[in-house]
């Protein structure tokens, strides 16, 4: 996929997100809160609708029910807690994607999936055995007990779940490269919105 196509793939992801946690959102205020231009943001949802993903009401853009359980598997939070070195900047979200852990290596190509998107970096986890690690090379890190028990009462974790942390300035920034970090071990979600663009 070539770099122009990618950062389409991840606005769109980004729009699609926002309009599940922000619903009903206007395109001025995507804009504004991704960075993207309206113009962007108006070909994106254009995609989006014909793809029968959201719709637009008086009060905003919502997501249809097909929409809902496209992103069903996806969830994404700001995080409040001190992550003990986990993170690499001050704001951090963390998106979860459900069954994806098989795909994740060591996490470098999360990190420089989110670094590539304008972040400061990413952390990626994986849920095993009923316990959250971190995966490394020669063998993977268990973390630490409060930072477990608030990511368990976060997200419904199973075992085969990956997390994503995205680390910015700003919460849309760490937002931003935990979305591209997700896109690197989520081929599903990738294709779908690759469909949306293509077809």
Do not use: W
Not at 27 to 37: A, H, P, Q, T, W
Not at 72 to 79: G, H, P, Q, T, Y
């Amino acid at each position: 996929m070539d770099p122009s196509t990618e950062i389409t793939v991840l606005d769109m992801a980004q729009v699609l997100i926002n309009i599940k946690y922000k619903e009903p959102v206007s395109r001025g205020r995507l804009s504004e809160e991704l960075g993207i231009g309206e113009g962007r943001v108006r070909t994106y949802l254009g995609y989006l609708e014909s793809g029968e993903m959201v719709q637009t009401r008086k009060r905003g853009m919502y997501l249809t029910k097909q929409g809902e359980e496209f992103l069903k598997d996806i969830e994404a939070e700001e995080l409040v807690i001190d992550l003990q070195g986990l993170a690499v900047d001050i704001y951090n979200t963390a998106v979860l994607a459900k069954g994806c852990a098989e795909q994740v290596n060591h996490g470098l190509e999360q990190r420089d999936a989110a670094i590539k998107a304008g972040s400061s970096g990413a952390t990626t986890l994986v849920m095993e055995k009923g316990k959250l690690f971190m995966p490394s090379y020669p063998e993977a890190v268990h973390i630490k007990p409060a930072i477990e028990i608030y990511f368990k009462k976060l997200f419904q974790l199973e075992n085969a779940d990956a997390i994503v942390i995205g680390s910015g300035k700003e919460y849309e920034q760490a937002k931003r490269g935990a979305i591209a970090g997700m896109l690197t071990i989520n081929s599903r979600f990738e294709d779908v919105i690759i469909g949306l663009i293509t077809e």
